[in-house]
């Protein structure tokens, strides 16, 4: 499973990427609006800490689908390669997705709160399908079974489409579809550091070396 960070702050995605095996970063208009008024500089000031390599996220604001496509092929040449686009499932959006991946753009499909949703935007040809887990548990339904729904869709339907799950609270939800083999996940930094806070953990390790240390020296030669 490919684990993305799910967030802004340059600093804490520079730490995540040093530390943990992280795949990229995803942003959205609300996660940018948190980190101060000049966006793409954030976005820039990302791509640095990231590397050339990782992918970066960045979404679409327009609700028209031409203008959809022309911002996403500014996004597009302003932030090069490993650059993906992130469009709404809505039929303005699901409209550019199918014109944006005939030429070759990387889409992902956000916003999916439906296993419709992920189907119609697999087959218009998005390579990644986002759907919010913690906000579709919010309204009542099953996150997570949404998620592996669409996972299934796209598997039965030999379509080339990834799930990229997002918006967690927890790292339960990020294990169950882990295990369940969900292609990727995005999640917050604290969703991130929460997969390895374990207080017996830190007492095992810090065990050890008490214990060595009673013996030899502080360390091997
Ligand atoms: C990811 O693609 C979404 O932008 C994000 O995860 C939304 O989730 P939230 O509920 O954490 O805002």
Do not use: H
């Not at 996004?75 to 959006?93: L, Q």
């Not at 995005?186 to 810090?206: Q, Y």
């Amino acid at each position: 499973m490919k684990l993305f960070i799910d967030d802004a702050n340059v600093r804490m995605i520079e730490w995540l990427c040093a530390y943990y095996p992280i795949d990229g970063v995803t942003t959205n208009p609300s996660i940018l609006a948190r980190y101060g008024t000049k966006p793409v500089e954030t976005l820039k000031a990302i791509r640095k800490v990231i590397g050339k390599d990782r992918l970066l996220f960045v979404q679409t604001l327009s609700s028209e689908s031409d203008k959809i496509m022309q911002e996403a092929r500014k996004i597009s040449w302003e932030f090069k390669d490993n650059t993906v686009i992130k469009i709404p499932v809505v039929p303005e959006g699901l409209r550019a997705i199918e014109y944006l991946a005939k030429e070759g753009l990387e889409i992902c499909a956000t916003a999916v709160y439906t296993p419709m949703q992920g189907y119609l935007a697999a087959k218009a040809g998005a390579k990644y399908i986002a759907p919010y887990v913690n906000r579709i548990d919010n309204l009542g339904y099953d996150g997570i079974g949404v998620a592996k729904t669409i996972q299934e869709i796209i598997e039965n339907n030999d379509m080339e489409a990834e799930v990229l799950a997002a918006a967690f609270r927890n790292s339960q939800q990020v294990l169950e579809l882990c295990r369940f083999g969900i292609a990727a996940c995005t999640a917050s930094p604290e969703v991130i550091t929460g997969f390895l806070k374990n207080a017996e953990v830190t007492a095992a390790v810090n065990g050890f070396a008490a214990d060595f240390a009673q013996i030899s020296p502080k360390d091997w030669f």
